[in-house]
């Protein structure tokens, strides 16, 4: 027979759910899923912008940069597909919208999905022929604006209910001065600065913005109907809602309390919205009730425009899984609906038990405890199996655990067994303030600093920095040896040096550099940033041990023989024939700088550069050996005599002098062993590095990796076991020895598994946070490659950003 046509609006967890149980049966479904945005999630795509996107729609997410979910894992998954085992009970949102794309993979969904298509009209169309309806669904795609009618004999609405912000009338409010904002358009506390913030509401969001917010703001007052019972940060306090506003920002409580404030947030919720539905399809919204629904998913009037997941305070996922095979096995001919008049009389007789419970009208669709007995009875209306008792179980612990300790419950972790059964592995408890010594106030140890501090409740920084200054290897010294302390000069730079990456891929990625500077900018330039860096967060290198190779007869060399450590300006060199033993970044730079002073310049290094290099500039071979007269003998068989200075540009050896040998920490071949994804000492976790790895765009990842850290420490995330963590550095090792490189090239990214830009990945989805631009990695990819050929004029291209994804050569 021929196959029903479906419709499905959005392709957010209740539209994904939709197409996974119709496409189970293809023999009895055509299924087309429309969704607006470009990729699948829903309110789970995190957008930082707020109000309309680039092509003039509005921003449905309203989710915000720290949120984790507030029930745990094990009661929000889809039934047939948990959440990966290894992952924190309470999970940030980047996790829950790769579990989305994992599932749409998983159930081969994502061809069924029609990207940038906005559903415009939908309204039902009538013949004598058929008791049933036809629906005429208008698509507008995005880009081209062209609008077309389809037809179909089944729709499902999947659109979501957090995208039109419910705002109460409070007297005053539009003569308020300060900053006025709904939790849909919150994204980070930072903006609160020492502010005095008035929160209204504290439900879900209310409650955990709550709580970013304490961290900056100087004062926050939560108003809301009744008290909370948790302790609460030092600077909160609770009010009764606000009952008006005044132009000279005072806010007045219904208790009688008046306060002063900045900034007024409204955590109030959201308002249901189905702008596309024409009059005609019986749908209708009051006080936040739809109303011709029954079971809040079959349309009474047409039965074939369906609903999932309007209900609220529920386990989203499950109870999504049994509306939508509920809906799937009417349309199929499975089950079948009572008539309208015993469909109104249920949706009558639900109301009223409603209205009964002291429950106002626009809560018709707020569940909480009566969610078992409405998933009970759907489960048994579709012919499907129960949920399991865990989801209650669970779903009350967890509100317990919300309700008395509210700054703490997301840290606990749950475990569920094969056959239903749930443990608590850990609960976490109100702790001090945990001390963190951070040592060195260079780049990585200023990111380090940045986001620790960024959560004053949980660490208490210390940071230790040798210098009398900021900046680490940025800090110029015309200085060699030692200072006057006697203690060694760190600084490898020297006088003429520029970046060897642009700056649109060199900056922490909450900060970037001032635009007008140039792509390729001065060491001045970058401690400038620095500094600049630690005023705006408040917070006012491992390259100091020279690797020197062993070659026969160096020390008889009679000439000049340096580290590029202690180079600073290619001067000294004038009239001299130099040798340049290494082509790394410091040996290129160095080579261009000394060839301009010098008579001949040797470059000596494995493999042979392909880019024009100055007229007084040969390569040759790695030395072999050194003699008394001056005379250096080549790989490749040249001899050059009457050398006078050999510089070695060979890097530097990784040095952790001030580690006792209990930490578990080992160098070898200047590889750094225990270390689990370079950053944390896989013994003693609470030891971690940053900024080990070379070969990479430093100051980004120092950010990922320091918010990995924060995480950790913070329990946000868990660390796998020791016994995983060394098996994991085994494995990674193992596979760059099969790839010819040695060991140590241990911490090498570039030329390894897609270079730092999938290691930059798993950093960020380890710590929960936003990856890194694909820019990035394409930027760096262009620049490595500019180089290669062009190592004499790369340094004069200048970049533009123009998206996350895209970048632009400027003149």
Known sequence: MKRLRVCVIGAGAAGLVAARHLTSQLNVFDVSVFEQASCIGGTWVYNENTGTDDRGLPIHSSIYRNLRTNLPKEVMAFPDFPFPQEWPSFMTHQQVLRYLEDYATNFELWKYIHFNSVVRSVRPLVTNRSPDAMWEVIVSDVDTKESKALHFEAVIVCNGHYFVPYEPVIPGLISFPGMVMHSHN??????????????????????????????????????????????????????????????????????????????????????????????????????????????????????????????????????????????????????????????????????????????????????????????????????????????????????????????????????????????????????KQLRVCVIGAGPSGLAAARHLTNEPDTFDVSVFERGHCIGGLWVYNEETGTDKNGLPVHSSLYRNLRTNLPKEVMAFPDFPFPSEWPSYISHQKVLEYLEDYASQFKLQKHNSAPRMPVIPGLESFPGLVMHSHEYRYPELFQGMRVVILGAGNSGLDICLHVAKCAEKVYLSHRSLLQSNLPKNVEQRRCIISVSSDGTVLFGDGEEEKAVDAIIFCTGYNVSLPFLDDACGIRIRSNRVTHLYKHVFNTKHPTLSFIGLSSKFCVFPHFGLQAQYIAAVLSQRKQLPSEEEMNADEERDFQERLSLGMKEHHAHWLLDYKGGNWCYGKTIARLAGVNALSPYYNDLCSHVINRRQHFVMEYKNEEFQITSDEMWTTVQ
């Not at 386990?315 to 008049?341: I, R």
């Open 186 to 431: 919150y994204r980070h506390p930072e903006v609160f600065q020492g502010k005095r913030v008035v929160i209204l509401g504290a439900a879900a969001s209310g409650q955990d913005i709550c709580l970013e917010v304490a961290k900056f703001a100087d004062k926050v007052y939560l108003s809301h109907k009744n008290i909370l019972s948790s302790e609460l940060p030092l600077n909160v306090e609770q009010h009764y809602p606000m009952s008006s506003v005044s132009s000279d920002c005072i806010v007045q409580f219904d208790g009688g309390q008046q306060r002063k404030m900045d900034v007024i947030l409204l955590c109030t919720g959201y308002c249901f919205s189905f702008p596309f539905l024409d009059d005609e399809c019986g749908i209708y919204v009051t006080n936040n009730r739809i109303t011709q629904l029954y079971k809040h998913i079959f349309n009474i009037k047409y039965p074939t425009l369906s609903f999932i997941g309007l209900n609220l305070r529920v386990c989203p996922f499950p109870q999504f899984s049994l509306q939508a095979q509920y809906v799937v096995a009417v349309l199929s001919g499975q089950k079948h609906l009572p008539s309208k008049e015993e469909m109104k009389a249920d949706e009558e007789r639900e109301f009223q038990k409603i209205l009964c419970n002291g429950l106002q009208e626009k809560h018709a669709h707020l569940l909480g405890t009566r969610q078992w007995d409405y998933n009970n009875t759907v489960a048994q209306l579709a012919g499907v199996d129960k949920l399991g008792s865990h989801y209650e179980s669970i779903y009350r612990h967890t509100h317990n655990r919300r309700t008395n300790n509210l700054m703490d419950y997301k840290n606990d972790e749950l475990k569920l067994n094969a056959n239903g059964k749930w443990t608590i592995v850990k609960i976490c408890i109100s702790m």
